[in-house]
Nanobody
Framework: QVQLVESGGGLAQAGGSLKLSCAAS????????MGWFRQAPGKAREFVGA????????YYADSVKGRFTMSRDNAKNTVHLIMNNLKPEDTADYYC????????????????????WGQGTQVTVSS
């Protein structure tokens, strides 16, 4: 069983920055694809970014590409999401997620392809 705990959410002004962190426990972190999703009130959960465990490649949603950067620290079982040039439309609850161990995810944007989820951290961007 993997536990994921997000931190770092809060209030930011448009154009500002926030850094989210996700601490994983429970084993096999290094062999799991890690992802970030977000969900705004009344909307479906939306893919933000994912890091492939096997080759280290990172993928982003078009809406955040060039503004958000995802990184992982396998020694500390942690992933980060650095969010720059924030926009009011980035306001949402942000969730960290982990895939199955030693499994390649084909469609990173599909929530059903991930196995474990954190409780979420709220990000609010004011205009």
């Amino acid at each position: 069983q993997v536990q994921l705990v997000e931190s770092g959410g809060g209030l930011a002004q448009a154009g500002g920055s926030l850094k989210l962190s996700c601490a994983a426990s429970g084993g096999a972190f290094i062999s799991r694809t890690m992802g970030w999703f977000r969900q705004a009130p009344g909307k479906a959960r939306e893919f933000v970014g994912a890091n492939n465990w096997k080759d280290g490649a990172t993928y982003y949603a078009d809406s955040v590409k060039g503004r958000f950067t995802m990184s992982r620290d396998n020694a500390k079982n942690t992933v980060h999401l650095i969010m720059n040039n924030l926009k009011p439309e980035d306001t949402a609850d942000y969730y960290c997620t982990a895939g199955r161990s030693y499994t390649t995810i084909i469609n990173y944007a599909q929530p059903a392809n991930y196995l474990y989820w954190g409780q979420g951290t709220q990000v609010t961007v004011s205009s």
